[in-house]
């Protein structure tokens, strides 16, 4: 499917379904800070808009990996020159291309369309993560409780190898009709909470 993005640069999209919305940001910034909490090596899963790309940036770590498998959205990458900074480490392809080349983290965020990819990486993300490290990723579980936000076909798996928190973050712009311009799917509040549960998931002394 062909990457569009809004004429406003709000929501990138495709002709079938949302990829991403720029009220997404506060939940970005989350994900970063949790990810950066020790300024060591982070990993991001998925570009998408580079919202969340740009704030680890602005947290400087001592080295940012970025996977991405989507041409579209790699060849944006280069035009915004994401190949030249510093710190920056770009892997083109899926991340299950890399398993074996992978160095071990201080955090990771998960962050794709499919979803029976995260319930792949989820199962072996703990391997990659370096002692005190932090895994998060997107929850597009948005509305259920805090305790429900967790698949119980990855439930188990978590909690064996992670101490589990999850951090409540408002929203106060979400667009849902702006988003049925691009998807019949009417938005990521279908009840009209404005509530945000995002996942920290640190590893366990084991």
Not at 102 to 113: A, Q, R, S, V, W
Not at 171 to 187: C, E, F, L, T
Request: aromatic share 12%; glycine share 6%; proline share 5%.
């Amino acid at each position: 499917q062909t990457i569009k993005l809004s004429e406003d640069g709000s929501t990138m999209y495709t002709d079938i379904e949302l990829i991403m919305m720029d009220w997404e940001t506060p939940l970005m910034e989350e994900h970063a800070k949790i990810i950066c909490h020790s300024g060591g090596d982070v990993l991001n899963i998925g570009h998408g808009m580079g919202i969340v790309d740009g704030f680890i940036q602005e947290l400087n770590p001592r080295s940012h990996s970025i996977i991405e498998i989507h041409p579209d959205i790699q060849q944006k990458m280069l035009r915004n020159n994401w190949d030249l900074k510093p710190n920056v480490n770009l892997y083109f392809g899926s991340w299950v291309d890399f398993l074996d080349e992978l160095p071990l983290m201080d955090g990771i965020f998960f962050d794709t369309l499919e979803t029976h990819e995260f319930v792949d990486f989820i199962s072996i993300a703990w391997k990659y993560l370096k002692p005190g490290g932090v895994f998060t990723f997107f929850n597009n579980n948005m509305s259920s409780p805090e305790n429900e936000i967790f698949q119980p076909l990855i439930k188990d798996i978590i909690l064996e190898n992670y101490d589990v928190s999850v951090k409540t973050v408002l929203v106060h712009n979400a667009d849902i009709d702006n988003q049925k311009k691009y998807s019949d799917y009417g938005g990521y509040f279908p009840d009209g909470r404005r509530k945000y549960f995002c996942p920290i998931l640190k590893l366990k002394n084991k």
